[in-house]
């Protein structure tokens, strides 16, 4: 065993650096290939043979002194990490949710249609009838506001306003809107 502080008590035993290096040296490429085998990924592979080895290291001092086959447990080890990795969230391509993502971009769609058959609508009308709807609810002009700019009594704009609506609500049922 190897102290790490003199005149402490060892908390762990750690291998002699040349056992681990000859278990590594033995077995690294027969490790390899068989994770390379399942992967066919050299680089997701080599990751694996290093965990396996980092594993082994932890593990060394039971499985230098133990009866049986090393290369087995190492293969065994490599075969158990790569079954974890195929189940994770990474294998899935699963992510976590952050706040930094930009929203879901809206559907415009019924927006559009509705647009689409209120331009249909209007062109059903005449020119001042839907020049008095466009003032009044696009531009949000109040009654007199759209007289001034219609060059129109108030009284007219009213008048213009009920018959365009009417002729709307007609035209609407006709079309089936």
Not at 18 to 45: F, G, I, M, P, T
Not at 72 to 79: D, E, F, H, P, Q
Not at 114 to 141: D, K
Request: aromatic content about 6%; overall charge negative.
């Amino acid at each position: 065993m190897t102290t790490l502080l003199a005149g402490t008590a060892p908390t762990t035993s750690f291998p002699a650096p040349d056992d681990v290096d000859d278990l590594v040296e033995q077995h690294r490429d027969a490790v390899l290939a068989y994770a390379h085998k399942l992967l066919s990924d050299h680089h997701l592979a080599e990751d694996i043979v290093q965990e396996t080895f980092i594993r082994a290291w932890r593990h060394a001092d039971r499985l230098l002194n133990q009866e049986g086959s090393v290369r087995g447990w190492l293969l065994k080890v490599a075969r158990n990490l790569i079954i974890d990795r195929s189940r994770s969230a990474h294998a899935r391509y699963e992510t976590v949710a952050t706040d930094t993502e930009e929203p879901a971009q809206q559907d415009h769609t019924e927006p559009a249609h509705a647009s689409m058959e209120a331009v249909s609508l209007l062109r059903g009308v005449s020119a001042e009838h839907r020049n008095v709807l466009v003032c009044l609810y696009l531009y949000g002009c109040t009654v007199d506001e759209t007289a001034r700019i219609l060059g129109v009594p108030p009284g007219t704009v009213s008048s213009r306003r009920h018959l365009a609506l009417r002729a709307l609500r007609r035209r609407r049922a006709v079309l089936g809107y």
